[in-house]
C-alpha cells in the first residue's frame, strides 16, 4: 500500500510512520505543516529510506493536497494531523477550529475528489482513517464518587459512547469525527474512525505531562501537579498506538470506531511519583524528585477520568498492547535521558515548559 499519513512529524504520526517503514513494506507520504510540534528530527531514521516521501503541506491548503493526490495516488489515508493541548486550545482555541475542523473538512474533500476518479476496484479498497481521542467522550464516573462499600464497577468508553466534549481541543475533535463519519453516509467515502486513550512514549513535545515531569525534573524545577493530582487517564504506550493504527487502516472494516487503550488506569500523581521513582535509581541526587512536587490550581473544565474498553480491537482485530505501564515509562524516561539534543531542539525558545491554558 502508498499511505498518505497528515501530520506524521508529530508525536503518534511520527511513530506510526517508523512502525511502517520498519515492520512492513507499505510506502508512506508524509503530510506536515510542521508547526511548533512537528519535528522532522522524530524521523531522521528512515528518512532516506525509498518508501519514505515529506510534503510540507497545510490540510487546510486544497490546492496542495490535490497536488500530492495527484502526485502520489495513495491506496489510503491516515489522519492524525491536529492541534491536540488542551491547555493551548484553552488559551486559543481559534487554530483547533482551523485545523482540526476546517482542516479535517478540506482533507475529506480532496479525499473524495481523488476517490471519484478511482477505479471500481481501487475505490473498493481505498480507506481513509481518522484518529481521534477518547476525550471527545467527556468524563466518567471517578472511583471517589461512589458510596462507601459500593463494589460497583466503574464504566469504560465503548464505541457506543455517546459524545460529550469538554474542552475547545475535544469540541473540535468530535466535530472532525462527526464530519467523517458525515462523508460515509453521505457520499460512500470508505471511512474508520479510531479514538484512543492517553498515549506517552519517545519523541513527545515537552508539553505533555509525561516529558515534562521527566525534563523539569532533571533541571530542578518544579514539577506541577493540577489540582489534587487525581484525575485518572487511561495510558497507551504510543508505539502499542501505532501497531494498532495500521492494524485498523489495513484490516479494519469500513464505517466501524475502534477504541484503542493501553488498559492502565493511572491518577496524575502516581504517573509522577513513579517517573521520581525511576528518575532516583537512574540519575540519584542528594534529595527524592518527588520533593519538587507542587501543586496548583486545576485546569477549568478538567475532565476527572477517561477510560477505554478495547476489548473490539482485540477481539477483531487481534491487537493487545505489549507494554505495561511500568515497562512502557521507563523505556520512555530511559529515551528523554539518552536524547537531551532532540528535547533542546525541539523548544524553539518561545515556550520553556510555562504553564498555559490559565
Not at 503541506?57 to 495527484?70: G, Y
Request: aromatic share 10%; with cysteine; glycine share 6%.
Amino acid at each position: 500500500m502508498k499511505i498518505l499519513v497528515t501530520g506524521g512529524a508529530g508525536f503518534i504520526g511520527s511513530a506510526v510512520i517508523r512502525h511502517i517503514i520498519n515492520n512492513t513494506q507499505d510506502s508512506v507520504i508524509n503530510v506536515d505543516k510542521l508547526t511548533y510540534a512537528g519535528n522532522l528530527e522524530s524521523l531522521v531514521s528512515i528518512e532516506n529510506n525509498e518508501r519514505y516521501a515529506f510534503e510540507k503541506v497545510d490540510i487546510c491548503d486544497r490546492t496542495e493536497l490535490e497536488r500530492v493526490f495527484n502526485q502520489y495516488q495513495p491506496d489510503a489515508v491516515m489522519h492524525l494531523a491536529a492541534e491536540s493541548h488542551v491547555d493551548r486550545s484553552i488559551t486559543g482555541p481559534s487554530e483547533f477550529i482551523q485545523t482540526n475542523i476546517v482542516g479535517t473538512y478540506t482533507l475529506l474533500e480532496a479525499t473524495r475528489q481523488y476517490w471519484n476518479r478511482l477505479s471500481d476496484g481501487d475505490k473498493k479498497a481505498f480507506r481513509f482513517h481518522h484518529i481521534s481521542t477518547d476525550e471527545v467522550y467527556g468524563d466518567l464516573p471517578h472511583p471517589d464518587e461512589l458510596a462507601e462499600g459500593d463494589s460497583t464497577d466503574l464504566p469504560l468508553f465503548t464505541e457506543q459512547t455517546s459524545y460529550a466534549p469538554s474542552s475547545p481541543y475535544s469540541a473540535s475533535k468530535a466535530s472532525s469525527d462527526h464530519l467523517v463519519r458525515a462523508w460515509l453516509r453521505t457520499y460512500g467515502l470508505p471511512t474508520i474512525v479510531t479514538n484512543c486513550s492517553n498515549n506517552y512514549g519517545p519523541y513527545h513535545f515537552p508539553e505533555k505531562l509525561i516529558p515534562l515531569v521527566i525534563l523539569n525534573a532533571l533541571e530542578g524545577k518544579a514539577l506541577p501537579i493540577y489540582g489534587k493530582g487525581d484525575q485518572i487517564r487511561d495510558w497507551l504506550y504510543v508505539e502499542d498506538h501505532a501497531r494498532a493504527l495500521h492494524k485498523v487502516v489495513t484490516d479494519g472494516k469500513v464505517g466501524e470506531t475502534y477504541n484503542i487503550g493501553g488498559h492502565n488506569e493511572k491518577q496524575n500523581i502516581e504517573v509522577v511519583n513513579t517517573i521520581c521513582s525511576i528518575l532516583d535509581v537512574l540519575v540519584p541526587k542528594e534529595t527524592q524528585y518527588q520533593e519538587q512536587i507542587t501543586y496548583v490550581k486545576d485546569r477549568p473544565g478538567h475532565d476527572r477520568r477517561y477510560a477505554i474498553d478495547s476489548s473490539k480491537m482485540s477481539r477483531e482485530l487481534d491487537w493487545t498492547p505489549e507494554e505495561t505501564f511500568e515497562t512502557g515509562l521507563k523505556k520512555t524516561v530511559q529515551w528523554y535521558l539518552d536524547n537531551q539534543g532532540w528535547c533542546r531542539n525541539v523548544q524553539d525558545g518561545s515556550y520553556q515548559r510555562e504553564r498555559l491554558g490559565l
